[in-house]
């Protein structure tokens, strides 16, 4: 793991960060950074808010309230070209892949190039080379995306994800639906690009194997509130009831209320009094 110091400052900065999706809070004040060169691993139970923290980490959705900086700027106060130019220093590698089917591999890691580059078409083919190089996918460029294997899908957009060489890399779910031993291949290529390429690494995830492997530090998230921040030793030591339930996949005993479920059936306020 990269040792990193404290007084850097962070690639990535949350505070307060409060989302609703009309009547509802979805993030209830979220605080947290993400250092230079590190991995953060964002992890939790269904419905925790990762997905709406990671959707607004890219600057996909303005939040109720709170500020987001990433690498320095903070996002709420872009504009429309401003944000445009920060994306270029983000990269974003899919849960499901996301290659265009009509396009062949090198053409959908090419893509980025093409849109926010002038670079000539001979440049831009020996870049998505050296990234093929890079994730294992050498003389796979002229292969159609539907001749790619899951694991081999999953390291091409890897591929389109860093052909830009960002600062910041995002990735949702990268061994979801593959088996062990590709989920190993995975996090190991994640460990390089961090290593080699010095970029933040932000990865959103349910695998425990790939927590344990590539977090540097981990974020557990558990009803849009952070439950925990700290290393992975600190993770498994950690004496919250709902962690320990999340790393031994224990289901939670809720006891039932009946007046609180007949309200949410009925929509009305519900009096269990049988004197009434």
Known sequence: MMTMTTNETPAIEVHQLVTHYGERMILKGIDMDVRPGEIMVIMGGSGSGKSTLLRHLLALERPTSGNIRLLGQDINACDGQQLYELRKKMGVAFQSGALFSSMTVGENIMLPLYEHTRLDRKTM????????????????????????????????????????????????????????????????????????????????????????????????????????????????????ERIQNLLHRRAEDESLDTDAYLERLTGEQVILNAGL
């Open 125 to 240: 083919e020996i870049m998505v080379r050296l990234k093929l190089e890079v994730v294992n996918l050498a003389g796979f460029e002229h292969l159609m995306p539907s001749e790619l294997s899951g694991g081999m899908i999953k390291r091409a957009a890897m591929a389109r994800a860093i052909i830009m060489d960002p600062k910041l890399l995002f990735c949702d779910e990268p061994s979801a639906g593959l088996d062990p031993v590709v989920a190993s291949a995975l996090d190991d290529l994640i460990l390089r690009l961090r290593d080699a390429m010095g970029m933040s690494i932000v990865v959103v995830t349910h695998e425990l194997e790939s927590v344990f492997k590539i977090a540097d530090r981990v974020t557990v998230l558990d009803r849009g509130e952070i439950l925990f921040i700290g290393s992975v030793d600190e993770l498994k030591r950690s004496d919250n």
